[in-house]
């Protein structure tokens, strides 16, 4: 009877999971003994049979005591995230008996650093997939090996880390195992690699060169569905696919995807088009306000671009004695613009130009109304301004700073002075005037007061003052010249 009241908790056991697997940094006791002790603390009577038949169970029986606390921590660990798939899986290589294969690392690898890649493959037709690598690898780069030549094999990969396995990235097309001699690869052209412009009505013809051995399988697609045949001829050769409009309509606007492949080897490649036109003309032109010579202009763009930016607006004026129109401006960049210079008596008509890429719009926006330019019947009278009292004593704006210089060589001495009437300048040298002495030369510009001193001695240094003077008043600036011999 004994052992049948052992069998009965094992059931309890497997009722009651959850404690057993809240614990989980505890059990580094053998874990057959702990999972019995912990039920075995809900049903009071039965422990205490179950304790006292055997001794071997008894020792199990104080650890059960000790974990009845260890459920307190629950929130320890939320369950880590695997890694993201990895990325960009390409065929390297083909040969008879093998695949290399080439990939880049996940975008997320969890909280666990990764443990490495595992290959898997399937045969096509089959839905059993194998591991072909034993353990998992860091390397981004694998070789299949030992495969048969002529069979079709799907390829995936996952990152694996202690948290788990990615969801595997998968090459979309079986790979047919068979030599490959020369991988497949576009050579898209240099104006190709940007958008493709051209004009309604315009004929598309372009020629994109490729390579790869043996020949490849050339696919085009527009928004991952294949072209309007009835629109766009591809003509395929071995060395070169032609993609063919022969009137091109704002509809064919547009990525191209390109695709050349080699049993799952493929390289790609976008051609962007845009087909434009004239745009429309553009909308609620006004005309805002008419004052002396001048108008002022607004409008809104065209509710038709014609499928390219608009640059700007052409703006022209008509009046009514010729009819001509002559340009006023000729790219205007702002909706809003005014027109000068119009002739005093003439009536004014204006008219609005919008311009693409591919030029003006065919229709302008024409002003409802007229600007009449009138003459203007008030007389002007001179009005009698007061006259501002412009008089000023002379000031010095910028005085003499000390200079030092060197025997023989011409120095100059530089100040600025402002009054009306405009002031006399006088030099002066240790307060004695400088009069006509061949050695110095004054000037005076625009208010800038200069002295030059040729060819300077010992002699010649000391205090230069420069003194402005005029009916006013007088001022005077200061310096000192300080001249060295040669060394």
Same mark, same amino acid.
């Given at each position: 009877?004994?052992?049948?009241?052992?069998?009965?908790?094992?059931?309890?056991?497997?009722?009651?999971?959850?404690?057993?697997?809240?614990?989980? !940094?505890?059990?580094?006791?053998?874990?057959?003994?702990?999972?019995?002790?912990?039920?075995?603390?809900?049903?009071?009577?039965?422990?205490?049979?179950?304790?006292?038949?055997?001794?071997?169970?008894?020792?199990?029986?104080?650890?059960?005591?000790?974990?009845?606390?260890?459920?307190?921590?629950?929130?320890?660990?939320?369950?880590?995230?695997?890694?993201?798939?990895?990325?960009?899986?390409?065929?390297?290589?083909?040969?008879?008996?093998?695949?290399?294969?080439?990939?880049?690392?996940?975008?997320?690898?969890?909280?666990?650093?990764?443990?490495?890649?595992?290959?898997?493959?399937?045969?096509?037709?089959?839905?059993?997939?194998?591991?072909?690598?034993?353990?998992?690898?860091?390397?981004?780069?694998?070789?299949?090996?030992?495969?048969?030549?002529?069979?079709?094999?799907?390829?995936?990969?996952?990152?694996?880390?202690?948290?788990?396995?990615?969801?595997?990235?998968?090459?979309?097309?079986?790979?047919?195992?068979?030599? =490959?001699?020369?991988? !497949?690869?576009?050579?898209?052209?240099?104006?190709?690699?940007?958008?493709?412009?051209?004009?309604?009505?315009?004929?598309?013809?372009?020629?994109?060169?490729?390579?790869?051995?043996?020949?490849?399988? /050339?696919?085009?697609?527009?928004?991952?569905?294949?072209?309007?045949?009835?629109? *766009?001829?591809?003509?395929?050769?071995?060395?070169?696919?032609?993609?063919? =409009?022969?009137?091109?309509?704002?509809?064919?606007?547009?990525?191209?995807?390109?695709?050349?492949?080699?049993?799952?080897?493929?390289?790609?490649?976008?051609?962007? *088009?845009?087909? *434009?036109?004239? !745009?429309?003309?553009?909308?609620?032109?006004?005309?805002?306000?008419?004052?002396?010579?001048? /108008?002022?202009?607004?409008?809104?763009?065209?509710?038709?671009?014609?499928?390219?930016?608009?640059?700007?607006?052409?703006?022209?004026?008509?009046?009514?004695?010729?009819?001509?129109?002559?340009?006023?401006?000729?790219?205007?960049?702002?909706?809003?613009?005014? =027109?000068?210079?119009?002739?005093?008596?003439?009536?004014?008509?204006?008219r609005v130009f919008a311009e693409n890429a591919c030029g003006l719009s065919e229709k302008a926006a024409i002003t409802s109304g007229v600007a009449n330019i009138q003459k203007t019947k008030t007389a002007y009278q001179s009005e009698k301004?007061?006259?501002?009292?412009?008089?000023?004593? !002379?000031?010095?704006?910028?005085?003499?700073?000390?200079?030092?210089?060197?025997?023989?060589?011409?120095?100059?001495?530089?100040?600025?002075?402002?009054?009306?009437?405009?002031?006399?300048?006088?030099?002066?040298?240790?307060?004695?005037?400088?009069?006509?002495?061949?050695?110095?030369?004054?000037?005076?510009?625009?208010?800038?007061?200069?002295?030059?001193?040729?060819?300077?001695?010992?002699?010649?240094?000391?205090?230069?003052?420069?003194?402005?003077?005029?009916?006013?008043?007088?001022?005077?600036?200061?310096?000192?010249?300080?001249?060295?011999?040669?060394?």
């Amino acid at each position: 009877p004994a052992p049948e009241k052992e069998t009965t908790p094992a059931p309890k056991e497997e009722s009651a999971p959850a404690p057993a697997a809240e614990e989980p !940094p505890v059990p580094e006791h053998p874990p057959d003994a702990e999972q019995p002790a912990a039920p075995a603390a809900e049903p009071v009577p039965v422990p205490t049979a179950e304790t006292t038949p055997g001794p071997e169970e008894g020792s199990p029986a104080p650890p059960a005591e000790h974990q009845a606390p260890a459920p307190e921590p629950k929130p320890e660990k939320p369950k880590a995230e695997p890694p993201s798939s990895p990325l960009s899986l390409t065929v390297e290589e083909v040969s008879e008996n093998s695949i290399t294969l080439t990939w880049k690392a996940p975008e997320q690898t969890g909280r666990s650093s990764l443990d490495g890649y595992v290959v898997e493959i399937c045969k096509d037709g089959s839905t059993d997939w194998t591991a072909v690598n034993q353990e998992p690898f860091l390397s981004t780069r694998y070789t299949i090996q030992d495969l048969g030549s002529g069979d079709k094999i799907h390829v995936r990969v996952k990152a694996v880390s202690a948290s788990g396995a990615s969801v595997p990235a998968t090459l979309e097309q079986p790979v047919l195992v068979r030599e =490959i001699l020369q991988l !497949p690869r576009i050579r898209m052209p240099r104006h190709l690699r940007q958008t493709y412009v051209r004009h309604v009505g315009d004929a598309v013809n372009i020629m994109i060169p490729f390579q790869g051995k043996p020949q490849p399988e /050339v696919i085009w697609t527009k928004g991952g569905q294949p072209l309007d045949t009835s629109r *766009i001829n591809i003509r395929n050769t071995e060395k070169d696919t032609i993609f063919y =409009i022969r009137q091109a309509q704002r509809g064919d606007s547009g990525k191209y995807e390109l695709a050349v492949r080699i049993n799952g080897a493929e390289d790609k490649a976008t051609l962007d *088009i845009r087909v *434009i036109e004239p !745009p429309g003309p553009p909308q609620n032109l006004k005309l805002v306000d008419v004052w002396g010579f001048n /108008v002022a202009l607004e409008w809104t763009p065209p509710a038709d671009n014609g499928n390219s930016e608009i640059k700007g607006y052409m703006v022209q004026k008509s009046d009514k004695k010729s009819g001509k129109w002559f340009t006023a401006l000729e790219r205007c960049t702002r909706t809003s613009c005014t =027109i000068s210079d119009l002739i005093i008596g003439n009536t004014y008509s204006f008219r609005v130009f919008a311009e693409n890429a591919c030029g003006l719009s065919e229709k302008a926006a024409i002003t409802s109304g007229v600007a009449n330019i009138q003459k203007t019947k008030t007389a002007y009278q001179s009005e009698k301004i007061p006259q501002r009292d412009m008089m000023e004593p !002379p000031k010095f704006t910028q005085p003499l700073t000390d200079r030092t210089t060197t025997r023989g060589y011409s120095t100059h001495l530089f100040c600025s002075v402002r009054g009306f009437p405009q002031p006399k300048i006088i030099w002066m040298k240790n307060q004695m005037e400088i009069r006509e002495d061949p050695k110095y030369i004054a000037m005076i510009e625009q208010g800038v007061c200069s002295l030059e001193i040729r060819k300077p001695s010992p002699f010649d240094g000391g205090i230069y003052t420069c003194k402005a003077v005029n009916a006013l008043g007088e001022a005077s600036v200061d310096c000192k010249l300080d001249v060295k011999g040669k060394v």
